[in-house]
């Protein structure tokens, strides 16, 4: 008997980079907190979409017999196998090497379908139409030029407008697993953000995201600017505009600038004393000078 809840009616996109060997899940639905339910990855593993009358434990067990060198083929036979209501789930599933597999039940509303290629598996359910999947995969192949995260968002994005879910708009997930890519390197969890309920959750999503990259990412070495000249004049107005009282670069501004950083949360971009990033100086310049 199907489980009295209502479907997660999603349009979702699994993938791997080619390049970093990422894994990613893009999901968006006209659901409370999709990204609760459908995204499951483990970095150098596997990702996993589950959606429509979703059961979660295929996400767990497709890693765990991921992990156990099976195949995804044979992992869909087992799924199916352990669940009388299969016919109403949706998935997609895709490996560390890239094999790819999509799942539409017969019982999942309409329009519901999907698509599969190397490194990707596209599904949505309850989509105004095919049109909505062709535009997440499309857009996905074409825009290689974009780093992996934001062409996930991108192709999500490409979907939504071309139709999206026929209800409506509500949550969004990114959620890309790195090996050791997660916060200081102690899990996979490289980039994990959440629209629970907002009226254009895409759009915020990858507003999040250029925070994240922001807050996050390590500065390019051949980018760091020396703290001396100009450079050291623009980093003295910021911290008197923060309360501090240096008219030239010395020791204790050092630390200042340092103190300022954690205050702000930027102390990925602060690799190298002496040095300081030109996207955390140009951040610190608009927030604080304007």
């Given at each position: ?34 990204g ?57 599933l ?30 949505g ?11 997440l ?45 997660g ?61 501090n ?36 100086l ?9």
């Open positions: 008997m199907l489980l009295n809840l209502p479907p997660v009616a999603t349009f979702s996109l699994v993938a791997k980079d080619p390049n970093s060997q990422d894994l990613g899940v893009v999901v968006a639905s006209k659901f409370l907190a999709v609760s339910v459908v995204p499951w990855l483990e970095g150098g593993v596997g990702a996993v979409a589950t959606q429509s009358y979703a059961n979660t434990s295929f996400g767990l067990r497709t890693l765990e017999a991921l992990r156990a060198g099976q195949k995804l083929g044979d992992i869909a036979i087992m799924l199916e196998a352990n669940d009388p209501e299969h016919q109403s789930r949706q998935y997609g895709v490996s560390a090497d890239g094999s790819s597999y999509s799942f539409t039940g017969s019982a999942c509303h309409a329009w519901a379908g999907g698509r599969s290629g190397q490194g990707f598996a596209a599904q359910n309850l989509l105004t139409g095919a049109e909505v999947i062709d535009a995969v499309e857009t996905f192949l074409a825009r290689t030029d974009l780093a992996f995260p934001e062409r996930l968002l991108t192709a999500l994005l490409a979907a939504d407008t071309t139709g999206g879910d026929a209800r409506g708009r509500q949550s969004a997930a990114l959620y890309v697993a790195r090996i050791k890519g916060y200081a390197g102690f899990n996979d969890r490289y980039i994990d953000l959440r629209i629970d309920d907002h009226s254009t959750p895409i759009l915020e999503l990858q507003r999040l995201l250029s925070i994240h990259r922001l807050l996050f990412e390590r500065p390019d070495p051949e980018a760091l600017l020396p703290i001396r000249d100009d450079i050291a004049t623009r980093v003295l107005m910021v911290l008197r505009k923060a309360g009282e240096f008219t030239q670069w010395q020791h204790a501004a050092q630390h200042a600038l340092e103190d300022l950083a954690g205050i702000e949360n930027l102390e990925e971009r602060f690799t190298q004393k002496g040095f300081i990033d030109p996207v955390a140009e951040f610190l310049e608009q927030k604080y000078l304007g």
